[in-house]
């Protein structure tokens, strides 16, 4: 049982560590501001889900899994906030020239 465990943990971080990278090459091969950004902030998202789900199953107790859960959620909402922001702020100036 722990091997299996222990697979899914390598496996679920493996595919977050994969989502990470697939938003680091958006973010350096997309053309504009706004897909960049929308490359990031799905990409990442999935990424650091997956990866906290990896670690879930290796978490202390209860709550060493809530402090995972908690840090998720507060990357989520800090991520939609900067982006929404970034995106006002690109479309009120306009892109960068």
Do not use: E, Y
């Not at 990866?51 to 879930?56: K, N």
Request: net charge positive; glycine share 10%; proline share 4%.
């Amino acid at each position: 049982m722990n091997v299996a465990i222990d697979i899914f943990t390598i496996v679920a971080i493996s595919a977050g560590a994969v989502f990470f990278m697939a938003g680091t090459v958006g973010l350096l091969r997309f053309p504009d501001s706004f897909t960049r950004l929308h490359a990031l902030t799905k990409a990442d998202n999935l990424g650091l889900g997956l990866i906290v789900l990896g670690l879930l199953p290796q978490a202390s107790g209860l709550l060493g899994a809530l402090k995972l859960v908690a840090v998720w959620v507060l990357v989520q909402l800090a991520g939609a906030t900067v982006a929404q922001l970034i995106a006002h702020a690109l479309r009120r100036k306009g892109p960068p020239t």
